[in-house]
């Protein structure tokens, strides 16, 4: 669902052989945001499983509801 992955390449400048501090900001800011959706990920899951668990609280009452109304008539 959120399955994405940032790639990032040093670039290097005429004037230099190494990473810029542009380079490591970005490469900073890439795995802040890989974090943020791994996080966002985890929470998804969470919360989708808590819906599958409501969903078969739900039913689970309207079965017995429907058990109880059956048996008061």
């Given at each position: 669902m959120l399955d994405s992955r940032f790639n990032s390449q040093a670039v290097?400048?005429?004037n230099s052989l190494?990473?810029?501090k542009s380079d490591l900001t970005?490469?900073?800011r890439i795995d802040s945001l890989e974090r943020e959706i791994n996080n966002l990920r985890q929470t998804i899951h969470d919360l989708s499983r808590q819906i599958d668990i409501a969903k078969r609280e739900a039913t689970d009452t309207q079965r017995e509801t429907r058990e109880a109304l059956s048996r008061i008539r």
């Open positions: 290097v400048s005429d190494g990473i810029s970005v490469q900073f």
